[in-house]
């Protein structure tokens, strides 16, 4: 192929810089031509490290969408602009890739689909953890069925103390929460997605806002302002699926625990077990003998691109750029990202009213 995919940048700040546009480079037959942020300053950056020759750089990403004819666009803005953004870029008749969480509210997913239907453009959300090496193993053996009927899970996103300080992670209006929507939203994703169960009925949540008042911090990254941190710092819940499976997820922060493991999964089944604690195990029982097995995963060959060495952002990037080439669905399927924000929502809510909700 001659003609390489224009792609265009919407927000060019952490997630741009640490994920998307490093890993975008890397493919072929794309190129990323606009760039746009609030902060102009960080959109010249962007276009000087990872633009073409002609790039352009805006302010206000509808002047973007109407002076280029971009091929492809990747949201990666708070958020509170996940959802509108999106919109307006599928009718600009782009392909999005709009960064994890799909959006702050399920409507607002659900709107974002409908625009992805009636344009006929692909839309993925940025939920790269898939494309492990470790997670597209437990997939393919949870496809073959080697872990039987998956009836409890957990998905944990714990940190002991490591607070994003930086952008709007705290800021619930721009985020719509802390920790439950940020990193729990990995750690579910990836849980349902091994199980190949979507079909939640009923949520129990809690929330606590209990680390986030304290002065002493002993934070990763450091100190946060107490005034500025509007969100939970740890949230759990109970999520009850329509084939009577559970699932706990369990997020946080900052939580007084050794026990800390972030976008990872453990599952029970009828025939074995699964959990990501120290590599990927599977657990069960062979010629009436316990067994517990390590396979050896490597630096590559995972599941989508057998002998390549990439990370998972880097095959996150091909893999979307393949399917808008081949017309073919994304990994990341736009209804089952819908899914795991419905939860969220539902264990937020659930913890506002304290009772069960029902999805």
Same mark, same amino acid.
């Given at each position: 192929?001659?003609?390489?995919?224009?792609?265009?940048?919407?927000?060019?700040?952490?997630?741009?810089? !640490?994920?998307?546009?490093?890993?975008?480079?890397?493919? *072929?037959? +794309?190129?990323?031509?606009?760039?746009?942020?609030?902060? =102009?300053?960080?959109?010249?950056?962007?276009?000087?490290?990872?633009? &073409?020759? @002609?790039?352009?750089?805006?302010?206000?990403?509808?002047?973007?969408?109407?002076?280029?004819?971009?091929?492809?666009?990747?949201?990666?803005?708070?958020?509170?602009?996940?959802?509108?953004?999106?919109? *307006?870029?599928?009718?600009?008749?782009?392909?999005?890739?709009?960064?994890?969480?799909?959006?702050?509210?399920?409507?607002?997913?659900?709107?974002?689909?409908?625009?992805?239907?009636? @344009?006929?453009?692909?839309? @993925?959300?940025?939920?790269?953890?898939?494309?492990?090496?470790?997670?597209?193993?437990?997939?393919?053996?949870?496809?073959?069925?080697?872990?039987?009927?998956?009836?409890?899970?957990?998905?944990?996103?714990?940190?002991?103390? &490591? +607070?994003?300080?930086?952008?709007?992670?705290?800021?619930?209006?721009?985020?719509?929460?802390?920790?439950?929507?940020?990193? !729990?939203?990995?750690?579910?994703?990836?849980?349902?997605?091994?199980?190949?169960?979507?079909?939640?009925?009923?949520?129990?949540? &809690?929330?606590?806002?209990?680390?986030?008042?304290?002065?002493?911090?002993?934070?990763?990254?450091? %100190?946060?302002?107490?005034?500025?941190?509007? +969100?939970? *710092?740890? &949230?759990?819940?109970?999520?009850?699926?329509?084939?009577?499976?559970?699932?706990?997820?369990?997020?946080?922060?900052?939580?007084?625990?050794?026990?800390? %493991? =972030?976008?990872?999964?453990?599952?029970?089944? @009828?025939?074995?077990?699964?959990?990501?604690?120290?590599?990927?195990?599977?657990?069960?029982?062979?010629?009436?003998?316990?067994?517990?097995?390590?396979?050896?995963? !490597?630096?590559?060959?995972?599941?989508?691109?057998?002998?390549?060495?990439?990370?998972?952002?880097?095959?996150?990037?091909?893999?979307?750029?393949?399917?808008?080439?081949?017309?073919?669905?994304?990994? +990341?399927?736009?209804?089952?990202?819908?899914?795991?924000?419905?939860?969220?929502?539902?264990?937020?809510?659930?913890? =506002?009213? !304290?009772?069960?909700?029902?999805?």
């Amino acid at each position: 192929m001659s003609e390489k995919l224009k792609a265009g940048i919407i927000g060019c700040g952490g997630i741009a810089n !640490g994920k998307h546009m490093p890993s975008v480079a890397k493919v *072929d037959h +794309v190129e990323m031509v606009a760039f746009c942020d609030l902060v =102009e300053e960080r959109a010249v950056e962007a276009s000087e490290q990872y633009g &073409a020759e @002609t790039s352009k750089v805006y302010t206000d990403y509808k002047k973007m969408l109407a002076n280029h004819n971009l091929d492809v666009v990747y949201v990666c803005t708070p958020n509170k602009s996940h959802s509108f953004i999106t919109i *307006d870029a599928l009718e600009a008749g782009c392909h999005v890739m709009c960064e994890k969480p799909m959006a702050k509210t399920a409507a607002e997913g659900e709107a974002m689909i409908e625009a992805a239907k009636r @344009t006929g453009k692909k839309l @993925t959300i940025g939920y790269q953890n898939r494309f492990r090496a470790d997670s597209t193993y437990l997939k393919r053996a949870c496809e073959r069925g080697d872990l039987g009927e998956v009836y409890y899970a957990k998905a944990h996103a714990i940190r002991r103390r &490591a +607070v994003p300080t930086w952008g709007v992670f705290l800021n619930e209006e721009e985020q719509g929460g802390g920790p439950l929507i940020d990193i !729990g939203t990995h750690a579910l994703d990836l849980t349902l997605w091994c199980m190949n169960n979507y079909k939640p009925v009923r949520v129990v949540g &809690a929330s606590y806002k209990k680390l986030g008042e304290q002065r002493e911090t002993g934070n990763a990254w450091g %100190d946060w302002n107490q005034d500025e941190f509007t +969100v939970e *710092d740890s &949230a759990f819940g109970f999520i009850t699926m329509d084939n009577g499976a559970s699932i706990v997820l369990e997020s946080s922060w900052a939580l007084n625990s050794l026990d800390v %493991d =972030e976008a990872k999964t453990t599952l029970c089944g @009828t025939q074995a077990g699964a959990d990501m604690k120290d590599g990927l195990r599977i657990n069960g029982v062979e010629f009436n003998k316990l067994y517990t097995k390590k396979p050896e995963l !490597g630096a590559g060959g995972v599941a989508f691109y057998d002998g390549e060495t990439m990370s998972a952002a880097d095959i996150e990037a091909k893999s979307f750029i393949d399917c808008i080439l081949n017309d073919t669905e994304p990994v +990341v399927k736009p209804e089952e990202a819908l899914v795991v924000t419905q939860i969220l929502e539902a264990i937020y809510k659930s913890a =506002e009213l !304290g009772k069960e909700v029902t999805l």
